[in-house]
């Protein structure tokens, strides 16, 4: 019997999870400046051009200032902040897009 593609919704304390999803650091070489963020790759096939991945920033935290060329979207699945779209910082809630 093959490994179910199902990756079940667990809670682990405060901590949104996935189970059989590994727990990773933001930026692997800690070469850009960020602080209390973590990610968890839920979907990527290499024969996609997508994947789905969820980023967990503490209250204290912030990510990296990155451009793309590629476009991207992003929901708020908790809590609120703040995001800096065309060099205009806009607010953020819980389920924005």
Known sequence: M????????VQHDAAY????VELRT??????????DVTRQ??????DMRGELRYFEVAAAGHSTLERHLHAHAV???RGHGGVLVGGQVHP????DL
Do not use: H, I, Q
């Open 17 to 20: 999870r996935w189970s059989g």
């Open 92 to 95: 953020v809630n819980t389920y």
């Open 41 to 46: 790759t839920l979907f990527s096939r290499g």
């Open 26 to 35: 933001y930026k692997e070489d800690g070469a850009a400046p960020y602080r």
């Open 2 to 9: 093959s490994e179910s593609p199902v990756r079940p919704f």
């Open 75 to 77: 929901m708020v699945l």
